[in-house]
Nanobody, 124 residues
Framework: QVQLVESGGGLVQAGGSLRLSCAAS????????MGWFRQAPGKEREFVAA????????VYADSVKGRFTISRDNAKNTVYLQMNSLKPEDTAVYYC?????????????????WGQGTQVTVSS
């Protein structure tokens, strides 16, 4: 069992930055691929970014590539999402997720554990 708690969301103007954090507890954090997903009102939850246990590989959605950076600190059991050059269309609830796997997948149904989400609102 893994518990995930996101933090760092908030209201920011377009062009601004936020850093989300996801603290994990429970089973060995370093055994999991960690991902970030988001869900905007009236839309399906979508993949944002993911990182392997060793940080050797990262994958990003095209919509955030070059603006967002995912990273992890296994010693702190924490994964981060640095979001720069934010746009109003980035407004959503952001979720952290864990997949007990060695390879990255972007399908949300492959992930085993989820946090409760943190709201990010970007004003124009």
């Amino acid at each position: 069992q893994v518990q995930l708690v996101e933090s760092g969301g908030g209201l920011v103007q377009a062009g601004g930055s936020l850093r989300l954090s996801c603290a994990a507890s429970g089973r060995t954090f370093s055994s999991y691929v960690m991902g970030w997903f988001r869900q905007a009102p009236g839309k399906e939850r979508e993949f944002v970014a993911a990182i392997t246990w060793s940080s050797s590989r990262t994958v990003y959605a095209d919509s955030v590539k070059g603006r967002f950076t995912i990273s992890r600190d296994n010693a702190k059991n924490t994964v981060y999402l640095q979001m720069n050059s934010l746009k109003p269309e980035d407004t959503a609830v952001y979720y952290c997720a864990a997949d007990y796997s060695w390879k990255i997948v972007t399908n949300q149904y492959e992930y085993d554990y989820w946090g409760q989400g943190t709201q990010v609102t970007v004003s124009s």
